[in-house]
């Protein structure tokens, strides 16, 4: 029987480790799209409020965390009202912390079916912080409506031309998020015991992150934990952003920006590494 040479798709190993067939994102957009749907619908599908969780979630978490840390613990605001404090970056934190888990949890959420079909694997993680970026435009928006309560009150907020860093910043937090969980991704396929660590980690990390409090009351001993988290002048620089308060560290960021897109590229390598070898080890 003549073989037929005539191959509409040709499955090859990658050639390197940089090899990250990014130009396939675009051949495979809409099951990009299909995943960030799956991702989203069965989220909230089978309860009782469905996607009114989307906006309950923070305002239920900063009433908590007025009650926790406002009323019992007394940390300061710098002056803002505790639901306007609170609430930048616990959306911002959601937006990290939802891309950063769906990334670290490709190789294992996915083994089934990642020995039955072909796709680049770089989609899910992809996929997942697309998704979480529309879980925070549904929240950003329900901050700005709380922001324009606040300041037809009265409030003194004072948003202006440093808006314009906002996207800076979120560019920042999704490379940051991609990356480490990325990273994370690639070492759970031989250790999967670190999966169990995330959730500590992550609370660990937003507890060294100004989220419940502003970062001028951090203590000058304890001022170098601050320094080594590059999260604290991002999430500084979001509130500062949006309402004028806080502080814009522009030297933090650049080193910001410089530990995100080294620790993006190391993602993306030992992603690559592990794509080769997940299927036997996961």
């Not at 069965?42 to 009650?67: A, D, E, R």
């Not at 406002?70 to 306007?84: H, K, M, N, S, Y």
């Not at 998020?177 to 660590?197: C, E, P």
């Not at 934990?225 to 999430?235: K, T």
């Amino acid at each position: 029987m003549e073989k037929n040479e005539n191959w509409s798709l040709e499955i090859y190993p990658k050639a390197s480790l940089f090899d990250f067939r990014l130009k396939e994102f675009w051949a495979y957009r809409e099951l990009i799209l299909l995943f960030v749907r799956r991702e989203l619908v069965p989220t909230y599908k089978q309860t009782i409020l469905g996607p009114l969780w989307f906006i309950l979630q923070p305002l239920l978490t900063t009433f908590v965390y007025s009650i926790v840390f406002g009323a019992v613990a007394r940390i300061p605001t710098d002056g803002l009202p505790q639901l306007l404090f609170y609430m930048p970056g616990i959306v911002l934190w959601n937006f990290f912390n939802s891309a950063f888990m769906k990334g670290s949890g490709t190789f294992l959420a996915n083994s089934h079916i990642f020995g039955k079909v072909y796709f680049p694997r770089l989609i899910l993680p992809v996929a997942g912080l697309l998704s979480s970026f529309v879980n925070f435009l549904i929240q950003f928006s329900l901050l700005l409506l709380i922001m324009a309560g606040y300041w037809i009150a009265g409030t003194e907020i004072h948003p202006g031309a440093q808006i314009l860093i906002l996207p800076l910043l979120l560019i920042l937090v999704s490379m940051y998020s991609l990356g480490l969980g990325l990273v994370v991704s690639a070492f759970t396929t031989k250790y999967r015991d670190l999966n169990h660590f995330l959730v500590f980690g992550s609370q660990l990390l937003m507890y060294a992150t100004p989220i419940i409090y502003p970062a001028s009351i951090v203590p000058d001993k304890f001022r170098w934990v601050s320094l080594l988290n590059p999260l604290s002048p991002i999430f500084e620089g979001f509130r500062y952003s949006l309402l004028g308060m806080g502080q814009l560290m522009t030297d933090r960021l650049m080193i910001s920006f410089g530990f995100s897109l080294f620790l993006l590229i190391s993602g993306l390598i030992l992603f690559s590494r592990a794509e080769r070898t997940s299927i036997d080890t996961v």
